[in-house]
C-alpha cells in the first residue's frame, strides 16, 4: 500500500482511499460491436460497388472514395481498440494503481510509474459516474471551461501531456462503493467554495 500521508500538506486531511477494481467493472461492449460491424459492413458495400462499377463507385475509387473509406475504416478501428481497451487493457493499465481524496485535493499513485499524480477538489465542476455495475463504477472528476473552444483545446493537449500536479481530469477507474465517493467529493468540493478557497486553472466553472 501506498503511503499517501507523505503527500499531504500542512492542515491537510485524508478522507477516503481506495483502488481500483477493474474486474468489477462494466463491460458492456454492445455499442462497440454495433460500430464495428456497421463499419465493416459500409466498407464492404463501397468496396463492392467499384468494384461493380454501380452507385457512387462507378467513378472508381476517387479522393472522395477514399476519405469517407479512411473515415469509416477510423470509426471500426476506435471500437476495436474500445473493445480490447476494457476486456484487457484496462486491467493492465490500472492493476497497481491507488487512489486517495483529501480535504483538499484527488491524488493517484501510478503504480506502473511509480509516480503520483493529484488535482484540486475545488476545480471539479463535473462529478459523475460510468461503467456503473453493483455498487463498483468509474468516477469522473472533470473541469468545465467557460470558454468551450479553449476547453476543447486544452483538453486535447491534457490527454497528450496532462499536467500531472494540476490534473484537469481524473478517473478513479471501477472504485468500490462509486456513489458514496461521488456524494463524499461533491460535499467535500462545495465546502471548499463556500470558505472561498481559490481555483488553480484559469477560465474554469466553479
Known sequence: MYNFNEC???NEKIIWTGKPNPENRSKDISG?????????????????????????GESGTSLGFIVIFLAVALFGVLGAYSII?????????????????????VIVYKGRKKEVWYGYLVNYSIVETENVKKKYG???????????????????????NPDKTNLSFVNLVSIENVKKVKDLVIKQRQKLIESKELPTIDNIKI
Open 8 to 10: 499531504l500538506r500542512d
Open 32 to 56: 462497440e460491436i454495433f460500430l464495428v460491424v456497421f463499419a465493416l459492413v459500409v466498407q464492404t458495400i463501397m468496396i463492392f460497388c467499384v468494384t461493380h462499377g454501380i452507385g457512387d
Open 85 to 105: 481497451s476494457k476486456l484487457f487493457l484496462m486491467n493492465i493499465k490500472v492493476k497497481k494503481d491507488e487512489y486517495c481524496i483529501t480535504d483538499k485535493r
Open 138 to 160: 468509474d468516477l469522473i472528476l472533470s473541469v468545465e471551461y467557460l470558454n468551450e473552444n479553449e476547453g476543447i483545446k486544452t483538453i486535447g493537449k491534457n490527454m497528450i
